[in-house]
């Protein structure tokens, strides 16, 4: 196993004034045995990001060390690393058992070692069953679980995984979320898991690196990422629903983004006066969306509630308060966190 150091990491596609520059100097120190999850949405650079770290994509600027290695002249293949794709990946014509030991025969592992191995990753991913069966015998799950295994056999020092869970089903992906704390449990190894899915990133890392546009805004546990953001990117993009980003509340100080989710927000006798549009009922929690208009102001304010909480009627007046100590500000120029002690 092995540390993962990005320092001042760039990357740019063409070259001179035509150049377009997607990762914008990127800095993590990422611990042996560590389980980080880069998270932003479509284009922010994160596949980019890691690929640049498995060797599939040159550093524009910076360096990239595994270890105690400067990897960025280093082949993939010199790495010590393994990927876990999003679409698998398998070999159609070749058992699950063949797909699983062919990096390991190329490698000219012993036979003995190869199948102590792949007996050891069919045991830990329940797939033992399955070693004789091809792929198309199997669901998507078991593909991916095979994927998974065809790393594991490697004992790479780190674990690649770009949206492995993406072609899944939301039951399945939850499931292979378990499927993937558990691995990482038993096996240790440092691993760098990318994805678009907020939940997916809450559930699975131990720090994660939010991503906006090629720049990393926050690194952080998910704790500190979803208590304390950073900008209002990581407040409204972290959490379902988002954080209430309100441009014009009372009493806020100028030029201040005030920030509260909604289930820090309580249904009170008085206080903010929204009219409610939508209610939304989630089984065992209810979103209520009302409008709130203050001076000249027209802001959507979204409050989280329990189910057991009696549903307000659209168009009723609905007064809320945020609660003591769940109020964020933000530069409303800038979107950067103001720690002004509230």
Same mark, same amino acid.
């Given at each position: 196993?092995?540390s993962i150091t !990005?320092?001042?990491i760039i990357?740019r ?7 377009? &520059?997607v990762? =914008?100097g990127?800095n993590?120190?990422i611990?042996d045995?560590e ?5 932003? /949405?479509?284009?922010?650079g994160k596949?980019t990001l *890691?690929?640049?770290?498995?060797g599939?994509e040159?550093?524009?600027?910076g360096e990239?060390a595994?270890?105690?290695?400067v990897v960025?002249?280093?082949e993939?293949?010199?790495r010590?690393?393994?990927?876990? @794709?999003?679409n698998?990946?398998?070999? $159609?014509?070749?058992?699950? @058992? ?5 990096g390991l025969?190329?490698?000219?592992? /012993?036979?003995d ?6 007996d050891?990753a069919?045991?830990?991913l329940?797939?033992g069953?399955f070693l004789n069966r091809?792929p ?5 799950g ?5 994927a998974m295994g ?9 674990f690649l995984f770009?949206?492995p869970l ?8 939850? &499931?292979t979320?378990?499927e993937i704390?558990?691995l990482?449990r038993? *096996?240790g ?8 899915d &907020?939940?997916?990133?809450?559930t699975?890392?131990q720090r994660?690196m ?5 720049v990393?805004e926050q690194?952080g546990t /998910? ?5 304390? $953001? ?8 972290m959490g ?11 009493d806020?100080?100028?030029?201040t ?5 909604p289930? =820090? ?7 903010w006066?929204?009219t ?5 009922? !989630?089984?065992a929690?209810?979103l209520?969306?009302?409008r709130?208009?203050h001076g000249?102001?027209d802001?959507?304010?979204i409050v ?5 909480c009696?549903? $307000?009627?659209?168009? &009723?007046? *609905?007064?809320?308060?945020?609660? $003591?100590?769940?109020i964020? =500000?933000?530069d409303a120029a800038?979107g950067k966190?103001?720690d002004?002690g509230?």
């Amino acid at each position: 196993m092995a540390s993962i150091t !990005l320092t001042n990491i760039i990357k740019r596609y063409g070259a001179g004034k035509s150049a377009n &520059q997607v990762i =914008h100097g990127v800095n993590a120190e990422i611990a042996d045995g560590e389980f980080v999850v880069i998270v932003g /949405p479509s284009g922010c650079g994160k596949s980019t990001l *890691l690929r640049m770290v498995a060797g599939l994509e040159e550093v524009s600027g910076g360096e990239i060390a595994i270890g105690n290695r400067v990897v960025n002249d280093l082949e993939p293949s010199e790495r010590d690393i393994a990927m876990v @794709f999003q679409n698998y990946a398998l070999y $159609p014509h070749m058992t699950v @058992f063949d797909n699983m030991a062919y990096g390991l025969k190329i490698a000219k592992v /012993p036979k003995d070692e190869i199948r102590a191995r792949v007996d050891k990753a069919a045991k830990i991913l329940e797939i033992g069953p399955f070693l004789n069966r091809k792929p198309r015998e199997l669901s998507g799950g078991q593909r991916q679980r095979v994927a998974m295994g065809r790393a594991i056999v490697r004992q790479p020092q780190v674990f690649l995984f770009d949206e492995p869970l993406s072609n899944l089903d939301a039951k399945l992906r939850a &499931q292979t979320r378990l499927e993937i704390q558990k691995l990482h449990r038993e *096996l240790g190894i440092t691993s760098l898991f990318v994805t678009h899915d &907020q939940v997916e990133a809450m559930t699975l890392a131990q720090r994660m690196m939010v991503m906006n546009a090629g720049v990393m805004e926050q690194f952080g546990t /998910p704790e500190e990422v979803y208590n304390r $953001p950073a900008s209002t990117f990581v407040a409204a993009f972290m959490g379902s629903p988002p954080m209430n980003l309100l441009k014009s509340a009372p009493d806020a100080p100028p030029d201040t983004i005030v920030g509260v989710r909604p289930e =820090h927000l309580d249904i009170t006798p008085s206080g903010w006066a929204l009219t409610v549009e939508a209610v939304e009922m !989630l089984g065992a929690e209810r979103l209520t969306y009302g409008r709130w208009l203050h001076g000249q102001a027209d802001e959507l304010v979204i409050v989280r509630t329990e189910e057991a909480c009696a549903a $307000p009627e659209l168009g &009723q007046t *609905l007064c809320v308060t945020p609660r $003591p100590g769940k109020i964020h =500000h933000f530069d409303a120029a800038t979107g950067k966190r103001k720690d002004l002690g509230a």
